[in-house]
C-alpha cells in the first residue's frame, strides 16, 4: 500500500502533504469499475485477492448475477467466510497495538495505530465498520484541525465510493463538517483547497452542476486530490460544467486557453475539440 500512495502524481502541482498521506483505499478507480461492471473475472479477481473486501465481493457478485454477467468461476461463500475470518484476527491485532500505544507511548503513535486501523477497515472491511473506525480517530484527545480534517476527507471518500446516502454516513456529512471547522478557523491552506475539490465532486454527484462549476474552475489551478480521481478527469468535469453556466468570454478565457487545459490537452482531445465545436458557444473570440 506504501508504494501505491507514494507513486500518485500531481499535475497540479506537487503532492501535498495531506495527498501523499492519503490512504490508497478505497480506489476510486475500481468504484468505476464496479459501475460499469466491466471485465467481471478481472474485477472480481482485484476484489478477491488484492483489495481482498468480502462486503464488496459479494456486492459485486449480485450485481452481476441481476445482469446476467456472473462468470462460472468465483468465490464461494465459505472462502468469503475464510477472509472475513482472517481479517477480523487482523483486526484485533491492529486494536492490540492501539491499547500497546496508548499504555507505553505517546498520543502521536495512539493516532498512528489508530489510523492504521481506520484504514484497514477501508479496504477489507463493510463501510459501517470502516466508518466507525475513522470516528475513533476524530473522538481521540488533542486531535489537530488538520487530522480532524483529513479523517473526514477520507470518511468521504467511503461514502463517495459506496455511494452512502444516510444522513450521517453521506460524502455530504462528513464534508460539512469539515467546512465547519475550516469556518472556526482551522485547516491549512492545502486541506482547505482539497476539501473544494470534495464539495465540487459533491454537487456533481448531486448533478448540481450550477453549485459545482465556479468550484471546479477554482481547484483547477490547486488541484491536488489524486485519491479521488486522476487531474486529468477532473479537467473534464470542470469544463463540461462550466460549458453549461460560464458566460462565453470566460469560456474561452479559462476553458480554451486556461493553462491548465492546455498542459494536458493531448489527453483529452475529445473533450476539448468538442468545446469550440458546439455551435452554441461559438463567437468572435474564439
Given at each position: 500500500?506504501?508504494?501505491?500512495?507514494?507513486?500518485?502524481?500531481t499535475?497540479?502541482?506537487?503532492p501535498?502533504?495531506?495527498e501523499?498521506?492519503?490512504?490508497p483505499?478505497?480506489?476510486?478507480?475500481?468504484?468505476?469499475?464496479?459501475?460499469?461492471?466491466?471485465?467481471?473475472?478481472?474485477?472480481?479477481?482485484?476484489?478477491?485477492?488484492?483489495?481482498?473486501?468480502?462486503?464488496?465481493?459479494?456486492?459485486?457478485?449480485?450485481?452481476?448475477?441481476?445482469?446476467?454477467?456472473?462468470?462460472?468461476?468465483y468465490?464461494?461463500?465459505d472462502?468469503?467466510?475464510?477472509?472475513?475470518?482472517?481479517?477480523?484476527?487482523?483486526l484485533?491485532?491492529?486494536?492490540?497495538?492501539?491499547?500497546?500505544?496508548?499504555?507505553?507511548?505517546?498520543?502521536?503513535?495512539?493516532l498512528?495505530?489508530?489510523?492504521?486501523?481506520?484504514?484497514?477497515?477501508?479496504?477489507?472491511?463493510?463501510?459501517?465498520?470502516?466508518?466507525?473506525?475513522?470516528?475513533?480517530?476524530?473522538?481521540l484527545p488533542?486531535?489537530?484541525?488538520?487530522?480532524?480534517?483529513?479523517?473526514?476527507?477520507?470518511?468521504?471518500?467511503?461514502?463517495?465510493?459506496?455511494?452512502?446516502?444516510?444522513?450521517?454516513q453521506?460524502?455530504?456529512?462528513?464534508?460539512?463538517?469539515?467546512?465547519?471547522?475550516?469556518?472556526?478557523?482551522?485547516?491549512?491552506?492545502?486541506?482547505?483547497?482539497?476539501?473544494?475539490?470534495?464539495?465540487?465532486?459533491?454537487?456533481?454527484?448531486?448533478?448540481?452542476?450550477?453549485s459545482?462549476?465556479?468550484?471546479?474552475?477554482?481547484?483547477?489551478?490547486?488541484?491536488?486530490?489524486?485519491?479521488?480521481?486522476p487531474?486529468?478527469d477532473?479537467?473534464?468535469?470542470?469544463?463540461?460544467?462550466?460549458?453549461?453556466?460560464?458566460?462565453?468570454?470566460?469560456?474561452?478565457?479559462?476553458?480554451?486557453?486556461?493553462?491548465?487545459?492546455?498542459?494536458?490537452?493531448l489527453?483529452?482531445?475529445?473533450?476539448?475539440?468538442?468545446?469550440?465545436s458546439?455551435?452554441?458557444?461559438?463567437?468572435?473570440?474564439?
Amino acid at each position: 500500500m506504501a508504494e501505491e500512495t507514494e507513486t500518485k502524481a500531481t499535475k497540479g502541482g506537487a503532492p501535498s502533504a495531506a495527498e501523499e498521506n492519503a490512504a490508497p483505499y478505497p480506489d476510486m478507480s475500481l468504484a468505476q469499475r464496479v459501475h460499469q461492471l466491466k471485465d467481471p473475472t478481472a474485477l472480481l479477481e482485484e476484489i478477491g485477492t488484492k483489495v481482498r473486501n468480502a462486503y464488496l465481493y459479494r456486492q459485486v457478485v449480485q450485481k452481476l448475477k441481476e445482469q446476467n454477467k456472473l462468470p462460472s468461476a468465483y468465490l464461494s461463500d465459505d472462502q468469503l467466510q475464510a477472509l472475513e475470518t482472517t481479517h477480523a484476527e487482523k483486526l484485533k491485532e491492529l486494536e492490540a497495538a492501539v491499547t500497546e500505544a496508548g499504555e507505553n507511548a505517546g498520543d502521536m503513535e495512539v493516532l498512528e495505530a489508530r489510523i492504521a486501523v481506520a484504514r484497514y477497515c477501508s479496504q477489507c472491511m463493510d463501510p459501517t465498520t470502516a466508518l466507525a473506525a475513522y470516528q475513533k480517530v476524530r473522538d481521540l484527545p488533542k486531535l489537530s484541525t488538520g487530522k480532524q480534517m483529513d479523517a473526514l476527507m477520507e470518511s468521504a471518500r467511503l461514502a463517495f465510493f459506496y455511494q452512502l446516502t444516510d444522513a450521517q454516513q453521506s460524502p455530504d456529512y462528513f464534508i460539512g463538517v469539515a467546512e465547519k471547522l475550516l469556518e472556526k478557523g482551522g485547516g491549512d491552506w492545502d486541506r482547505r483547497n482539497r476539501l473544494k475539490v470534495y464539495r465540487a465532486l459533491a454537487k456533481l454527484w448531486h448533478r448540481d452542476t450550477s453549485s459545482a462549476s465556479p468550484l471546479l474552475l477554482e481547484g483547477m489551478a490547486t488541484f491536488s486530490c489524486n485519491e479521488l480521481c486522476p487531474y486529468a478527469d477532473f479537467l473534464v468535469y470542470a469544463m463540461l460544467a462550466n460549458l453549461l453556466h460560464l458566460e462565453r468570454p470566460k469560456v474561452h478565457e479559462k476553458i480554451l486557453q486556461g493553462p491548465e487545459i492546455l498542459a494536458v490537452q493531448l489527453e483529452i482531445p475529445n473533450v476539448v475539440g468538442f468545446v469550440p465545436s458546439d455551435k452554441r458557444l461559438l463567437c468572435k473570440c474564439i
